[in-house]
């Protein structure tokens, strides 16, 4: 088979991925329709299925509104929030020592200015989880208001494209929040001491989803672990975030269909890469946490194949005699070079684990995630599916070596 068949098998993969509805958040129908279509792909190319169900939030989101006066300023739902329809005294906060210092308790407070600069991690991460951020949950908590307003700017590093971005984004956080731009946050904090009214439709509906799981057992029970992330947020498409990463597995798994490998072979779309509590891999470290010393080589795809620059892989915890056999197989694929560690991906689960670990993305992600990524303009016309297939076929000459 040809590059252009697996190139139009990518498109297809693609197209199908971003049609979903209304999208594939974690435990929403568009995910568990993008499960289903992964599962039996992959199962026709004869792998074994684990589906597991593991449970979830959904949510629902409409309208926010905030009123102070005759003045009324639309907001964005923070996504798993609670919703409200209050009425309080608006008091803004700018800093962390002003919110130690603030009354907080049954008012509206307006966060703003430099205690928005970057999005909280979910109070019960266990990845990663800052203890500044465990400082600003802790005194919102104590403060007692009865709905938070954040305002935020832009962040690409962390958050990707969105402008404004949720600053909370946490279902086990209780307290109403929703989001506007810190361009409007400015302007609200004038209405210091005003009474405001807060309404907001939101609600969280409980869910389950699922990882699948593809294998096939090798002459040893060490395993590859090639993985992607099937979810995405709840805004966009999610083109190369991550259908195309997901897409490289199909391919991969079809290219290898025949494989009776050395290694046991372990192929994983993971569902919660972008939910708030990674539901995906925390359910895959539950169920198999002892077994990871079984990993030989974990690899994992995310934002790949987007349409400027080359595609990048990245070590972590792999040997110098591990880098030099996987450079040396990759340097036969000339859009495949060496690039940065990142570290906000389904790999670092694995990383953390001691074992040896690669990333595959894109060499250019930093602007790939500045102008497309978590927005609606993640589409698949930004994804080159040639480069997909590029990928498909080093990590097949890859496990066939290893």
Excluded at 13 to 33: D, E, I, Q, W
Excluded at 91 to 120: F, M, N, T, W
Excluded at 206 to 216: D, F, G, H
Excluded at 281 to 301: E, G, H, P, T, V
Aim: proline share 4%.
């Amino acid at each position: 088979m040809n590059n252009e068949y697996y190139a139009a098998k990518a498109l297809d993969y693609l197209n199908f991925l971003c049609s979903v509805k209304p999208n594939r958040r974690t435990g929403s129908a568009g995910n568990k329709a993008a499960t289903d279509y992964f599962a039996k792909i992959i199962a026709s190319f004869g792998y074994n299925l684990d589906q597991t169900t593991f449970p979830c939030l959904d949510f629902t989101a409409s309208k926010a509104v905030l009123t102070i006066g005759n003045d009324t300023y639309p907001m964005h739902v923070s996504p798993f929030s609670l919703g409200c329809n209050i009425e309080a005294t608006l008091e803004p906060v700018s800093s962390v020592e002003a919110l130690e210092q603030c009354h907080g308790k049954d008012r509206i407070l307006l966060l703003y200015g430099d205690l928005c600069k970057e999005q909280l991690m979910p109070k019960n991460f266990v990845f990663y989880n800052p203890d500044h951020h465990k400082r600003i949950y802790s005194l919102l908590e104590s403060k007692a208001p009865q709905a938070i307003i954040t305002a935020t700017g832009k962040n690409p590093e962390l958050v990707g494209g969105e402008y404004p971005f949720p600053m909370i984004e946490d279902g086990d956080f209780d307290i109403p929040s929703v989001y506007c731009t810190d361009a409007l946050g400015e302007e609200l904090a004038h209405y210091r001491g005003d009474t405001a009214h807060l309404f907001s439709d939101a609600k969280r509906i409980p869910e389950t989803a699922c990882n699948v799981i593809a294998s096939k057992k090798g002459i040893q029970s060490e395993k590859i672990l090639v993985c992607a992330h099937i979810d995405a947020r709840g805004n966009t498409p999610g083109a190369s975030d991550n259908a195309a990463g997901t897409a490289v597995l199909l391919l991969l798994a079809e290219m290898l269909k025949e494989y009776q490998g050395r290694f046991s072979l372990e192929i994983i779309a993971f569902n919660g890469e972008d939910y708030y509590s990674a539901g995906g891999q925390m359910d895959y470290l539950k169920r198999y946490r002892d077994r990871l010393s079984s990993i030989a080589l974990a690899i994992n795809i995310d934002d790949a194949g987007f349409v400027k620059g080359n595609s990048a892989y990245s070590f972590y915890a792999c040997s110098e005699e591990e880098q030099k056999l996987v450079e040396s197989i990759f340097s036969q694929h000339s859009s495949l070079l060496a690039g940065d560690q990142w570290y906000q991906g389904d790999h670092m689960i694995f990383a953390q684990q001691n074992r040896p670990t690669i990333a595959i993305t894109s060499e250019l992600m930093p602007e790939l995630m500045a102008e497309f990524t978590h927005t609606p303009k993640d589409t698949p016309d930004i994804v080159d599916c040639n480069k997909l297939v590029a990928i498909a076929l080093a990590l097949k000459d890859l496990l066939l070596q290893y």
